[in-house]
């Protein structure tokens, strides 16, 4: 079993930056698919990005690409999201997730483990 945990969330204006992290521990993150996840309140949990266990495939939803950049590093077992040129849409609370089974999966069902979650607010 694997615990994820994420940071580096925070308040920003519109067209700043932000890099959240997400770290394991229990069990090496390389083995796993990792995607991230957000919730704004009032809406439901929507996919952002998920990158393969090797790093080798990557996936975005249509409203962050050529924004956000999603990129693992194995040996230090994290999963990192660099979101440039943010928006006051993508407040939200996003989670990382860890897949068991399978190399790369853009829906929620397809993640096995998560974790708390890291508050992003971009103010216009």
């Known amino acids: 079993q694997v615990q994820l945990v994420e940071s580096g969330g925070g308040l920003v204006q519109a067209g700043g930056s932000l890099r959240l992290s997400c770290a394991a521990s229990?069990?090496?993150?390389?083995?796993?698919?990792v995607g991230w996840f957000r919730r704004a309140p009032g809406k439901e949990r929507e996919f952002v990005t998920a990158?393969?266990?090797?790093?080798?495939?990557?996936g975005y939803r249509d409203s962050v690409k050529g924004r956000f950049t999603i990129s693992r590093d194995n040996a230090k077992s994290t999963v990192s999201l660099q979101m440039n040129s943010l928006k006051p849409e993508d407040t939200a609370v996003y989670y990382c997730?860890?897949?068991?089974?399978?190399?790369?999966?853009?829906?929620?069902?397809?993640?096995?483990?998560w974790g708390q979650g890291t508050q992003v607010t971009v103010s216009s």
């Open positions: 990158i393969s266990w090797s790093g080798g495939r990557t």
């Open positions: 997730a860890a897949q068991a089974f399978g190399d790369y999966c853009s829906t929620y069902e397809c993640y096995d483990y």
């Open positions: 229990g069990r090496a993150l390389g083995a796993y698919a």
